[in-house]
């Protein structure tokens, strides 16, 4: 079986709470206009949370897909997708 975590060294790569995760930027314009960022769970690769900024009402919102995501992770998620998702200027 290939190993499909990335390495440490990887910028999205993080652990909360002893679970590894990555971070990915996504991008929907057909159903919600706007942008989010990810928290994938790494053992499965599944959407564990996600932070939606929607460029139609400019509202930026929250959910988990998965029940027990670390507070610190969605911590981590909520700040950074407030520095990488609302339009600049």
Do not use: C
């Amino acid at each position: 079986m290939i190993d499909s975590v990335p390495p440490p060294a990887d910028p999205s790569y993080r652990t909360f709470s002893g679970r590894d995760f990555t971070v990915v930027m996504a991008s929907d314009v057909l159903h919600r206009d706007g942008m989010g960022l990810e928290l994938h769970d790494a053992s499965t690769n599944e959407i564990a949370a996600e932070v939606f900024y929607s460029d139609a009402s400019g509202d930026m919102t929250a959910w988990t897909a998965q029940a027990g995501v670390p507070a610190d992770a969605l911590e981590y998620l909520i700040a950074e997708a407030r520095k990488r998702l609302p339009p600049a200027g």
